[in-house]
């Protein structure tokens, strides 16, 4: 609730705090959970009306999930949120690094962290990067 942020393309917003809100707030971003209440704007896409727009332009990876390195190999869209970047498997840290070496300019990543120290090195000094702390839950 109250969560205001400005995410411009091609920049990287590293998301902390608790998994719940954390990850509450990468699946809305993509457009993979239905708002309780107000609006989100997300790639010039308002929110809850243009979801299913939003899903086919933007890719949700989950750490846990074992087709996460498959996933950021060729991720959908113009935003790649991923959760739990800082405990993805090697292989997938490893698709990680190379999606962001090679990405387009306005590609936009959402990373979600317990750890932000853990994802701050796969972001080169070149990228810009924005960090939010989440407090309770959303």
């Known amino acids: 609730e109250g969560v ?3 995410v411009q393309p091609g920049h990287t917003l590293v998301v902390t705090g608790d998994a719940a809100p954390r990850r509450a ?3 809305a971003l993509t457009g993979r959970l239905a708002l309780t209440s107000g609006e989100l704007k997300v790639l010039g896409l308002v929110l809850p009306q243009e979801s299913g727009t939003l899903r086919r332009r933007a890719t949700f990876v989950d750490a846990a999930d074992p087709d996460a390195a498959r996933a950021l190999t060729d991720p959908v869209g ?3 949120a991923v959760e739990g970047a800082d405990h993805l498997a ?3 840290r490893e698709a990680l690094l190379h999606l962001i ?3 387009a ?3 936009t990543l959402v990373l979600g962290a317990a750890d ?3 994802v701050r090195d796969l972001i080169p ?3 810009n990067r924005d960090e939010l702390p989440l407090g309770g839950a959303l």
């Open 125 to 127: 000094a070149s990228r």
């Open 4 to 6: 205001d942020l400005d």
């Open 25 to 27: 707030l990468l699946l």
């Open 105 to 107: 300019p306005g590609l």
């Open 78 to 80: 113009d935003l790649v």
């Open 116 to 118: 932000a120290d853990r």
């Open 90 to 92: 090697a292989d997938a």
């Open 101 to 103: 070496q090679r990405a």
